[in-house]
């Protein structure tokens, strides 16, 4: 064995989690992410950086579901106004038509839950929600979920800026405006963009253990909020207590 090698045997036996502190039962493996032209790149790959590393731990599968196997980028599906070029493209593994067994599906938000092709995206949200063990969505992503009418009756949080024109999406839900996350029943939705980390991390720890969330959160070197009414983007935005 080389040098190299055993280093990475040491770290790997280093972030096995004692028999303490394992669930007791079994835990989710096949997590699928929704993307869609214009997603927003930390609404998906935060969470999915902190899964990367719980795969270290657990056995863990990924799908990457789209409309098409084509690339997607996270540039807005609309003309820059400034003349801007930039984004970040991923493949797509599975389509919306052909998706994998699921157990978790992340659905992220961004600038292009406001196009209109983003109704396949709802369409597939809404088949899919009664085969799935968790459902978590990230900012805007939460005004899928809603369009798709999977929180109807549910108390569940978006983005903070986008609060009005976002909860106005959907009455039925019963939206939560100072939150950092909200579980309610197998969904979680976390507010805006990095929120989601703190929402993943609260996520990780209840199923899989608080201490696989916190190797997790030490690896990364991310100092997690742990408590879900912490929001000061609901003061910040003027939104209402209840």
């Keep these: 064995m080389s040098e190299l090698e055993k280093l990475v045997m040491l770290?790997?036996?280093s972030n096995k989690i004692s028999e303490e502190g394992r669930p007791k039962g079994p835990v989710p493996v096949n997590f699928g992410l929704v993307?869609?032209?214009?997603?927003q790149a930390l609404d998906a790959f935060g969470p999915l950086d902190a899964l990367n590393v719980l795969s270290l731990m657990f056995p863990l599968?990924?799908?990457i579901l789209a409309a098409t196997l084509d690339p997607v980028?996270?540039?807005?599906?609309?003309?820059?106004?400034i003349g801007s070029d930039f984004g970040q493209s991923i493949n797509p593994t599975h389509t919306f038509a052909a998706p994998p067994p699921l157990d978790v599906l992340l659905i992220p938000g961004g600038i292009g839950t406001?196009?209109?092709?983003?109704?396949?995206?709802?369409?597939?949200?809404a088949r899919v929600y009664p085969s799935l063990k968790y459902l978590i969505t990230v900012c805007t992503g939460a005004g899928i979920a809603a369009r798709a009418g999977v929180l109807d009756g549910k108390k569940a949080t978006t983005n903070k800026m986008q609060w009005w024109p976002e909860t106005a999406q959907r009455e039925e839900v019963k939206w939560v405006a100072h939150?950092?996350?909200?579980?309610?029943a197998n969904v979680w939705t976390s507010s805006g963009v990095s929120a989601g980390l703190d929402t993943i991390f609260a996520f990780i720890?209840?199923?899989?253990?608080e201490e696989a969330a916190e190797k997790v959160s030490n690896i990364l070197e991310y100092e997690r909020h742990k408590d879900p009414s912490?929001?000061?983007y609901a003061v910040l935005y003027n939104l209402p207590d209840a």
């Design 73 to 81: 980028s996270t540039k807005a599906p609309y003309s820059s106004s």
């Design 114 to 125: 406001l196009h209109p092709d983003i109704q396949g995206t709802i369409d597939f949200v």
């Design 179 to 184: 939150a950092r996350w909200v579980v309610d």
């Design 230 to 232: 912490w929001d000061p």
């Design 11 to 13: 770290a790997l036996e």
């Design 61 to 63: 599968k990924l799908s």
């Design 205 to 209: 720890g209840a199923i899989y253990g």
């Design 35 to 39: 993307v869609f032209p214009g997603f």
